[in-house]
């Protein structure tokens, strides 16, 4: 079955960094556009960041302001987020999600979806 799993999740100090890591199987990865999204408590899910099927293209939320990183190897089915200069209010639920193109991935177009990782930034 078809299975994104989210793994590098954890507490960290503001102004420190972290490097999520989401392993796809039971599907071809190569075909879809991947990205991330994140919840917090009392809030919608939004949309964060999305990389093309071979990495040439992305695209981020204004709220990560250039601090986030998307990257993926398609070798090992796997795609990562690096986020650096974390602040309180990157604390989230953030999961993992395929799509069918970049642009979709901000309004939700997606068709898997991970069970996410917590991230919690302290101040």
């Known amino acids: 079955q078809v299975q994104l799993v989210e793994s590098g999740g954890g507490l960290v100090q503001a102004g420190g960094s972290l490097r999520l890591s989401c392993a796809a199987s039971?599907?071809?990865?190569?075909?879809?556009?991947m990205g991330w999204f994140r919840q917090a408590p009392g809030k919608e899910r939004e949309f964060v960041a999305a990389?093309?099927?071979?990495?040439?293209?992305?695209d981020f939320a204004d709220s990560v302001g250039g601090r986030f990183t998307i990257s993926r190897d398609n070798a090992k089915n796997t795609v990562y987020l690096q986020m650096n200069s974390l602040k309180p209010e990157d604390t989230a639920v953030y999961y993992c999600?395929?799509?069918?193109?970049?642009?979709?991935?901000?309004?939700?177009?997606?068709?898997?979806w991970g069970q996410g990782t917590q991230v919690t930034v302290s101040s």
């Open positions: 999600a395929a799509g069918s193109t970049v642009a979709g991935f901000r309004r939700k177009q997606v068709r898997y």
């Open positions: 990389i093309s099927q071979g990495g040439g293209s992305t």
């Open positions: 039971g599907f071809t990865f190569n075909y879809y556009a």
